[in-house]
């Protein structure tokens, strides 16, 4: 990949670090207020994420033919099937017991909150278990 | 409606605002599709030889996604530089540990988390994962609920 996609890539994943932390994502007991309706904040956070992006991904190749430092656009891969549904049942059971998500364990290191490394150690084994042992062959 | 944003909404829009425009940006500057889970796979290539670890996909997304990553951590600098306030949770380590290894399986098996499900597949209309965020966040209110009643702290 290019240097100034690379740059590309971190100059956004530094504004979403940024939009993380702003929005408590990164405070996993907001989080767990949100799950038990005692602050509906992650709504407008989810919402919000969502119209945006929703304008870029279906206007942008309208207005783009190509993205302006590379030369196609990607397509998000998800199939209906018993893994994603399996997976997603799964990956909120472990939301809900530790309040934050894989994004917000990443950035949540940046404004100092170390316990998370514990999340993202956690993160990581399962990744591996599922790579190593469950993974489609 | 102030009794469901007691923090109001202020900083939700925003933040959401910011993340939204993160993953736009990505896409239109470079095609790439932003979710935040499969950097914990994709990573793996580095140290294991197996099979799926060693798969184009993951081989070749390797570098861009542990920049993003190093962004992501660098935007919350940023913002402890703003707020001059680190927060430190007090969520108990064998909840965050056990927490971690479910969502690591669970957002692996599934291919996306609450940024690859909840943001990218909504917005690329895919309806698996609509249903994967109606499981994910009702499941995770269960557990949430489940848990506040068995006073588990």
New interface residues.
């Given amino acids: ?1 290019k240097k100034s ?2 740059l ?23 989080v ?1 207020d949100f ?8 709504l ?15 206007l ?1 190749p309208k207005i ?1 033919k ?16 018993i ?21 917000p ?12 490394l ?15 042992w ?2 489609p ?1 | 409606m102030t009794e469901f944003f007691p923090q109001g909404y202020a900083s939700y829009v925003i933040g959401g605002l910011l993340i939204g425009s993160a993953i736009s940006l990505l896409y239109l500057l470079t095609g790439l599709i932003g979710g935040m889970s499969t950097v914990f796979t994709s990573t793996w290539s580095y140290f294991s030889q197996a099979p799926y670890f060693s798969e184009v996909r993951f081989r070749s997304s390797r570098v861009w996604r542990l920049v993003y990553a190093l962004g992501l951590i660098l935007g919350g600098l940023v913002y402890l530089s703003m707020s001059r306030e680190t927060f430190v949770t007090e969520i108990s380590p064998w909840r965050l540990l056990l927490g971690g290894v479910l969502m690591g399986f669970g957002a692996r098996l599934s291919n996306g988390c609450t940024a690859g499900h909840g943001i990218c597949g909504l917005a690329s209309l895919r309806v698996s994962s609509l249903l994967a965020v109606i499981i994910f966040l009702a499941t995770a209110i269960a557990v949430a609920h489940l848990m506040q009643s068995l006073g588990i702290h």
């Fill in positions: 990949m996609s690379l590309a890539v971190l100059v956004c994943g530094v504004l979403f670090g940024l939009g993380l932390s702003l929005a408590s994502m990164v405070k996993p007991e907001v767990i799950l038990l309706f005692r602050d509906l904040g992650l407008l956070v989810l919402g919000t994420a969502v119209l945006v992006t929703l304008l870029a991904y279906q942008g783009l190509k993205p302006v430092l590379e030369s196609r656009y990607g397509n998000y891969v998800s199939a209906l099937d893994r994603t549904l399996l997976g997603a049942g799964i990956f909120g059971l472990g939301w809900g017991i530790c309040g934050v998500c894989p994004g364990a990443i950035a949540g290191l940046g404004v100092g909150n170390w316990p998370l514990y999340t993202l150690a956690g993160i990581a084994a399962g990744a591996y278990i599922q790579g190593k469950v993974a062959r």
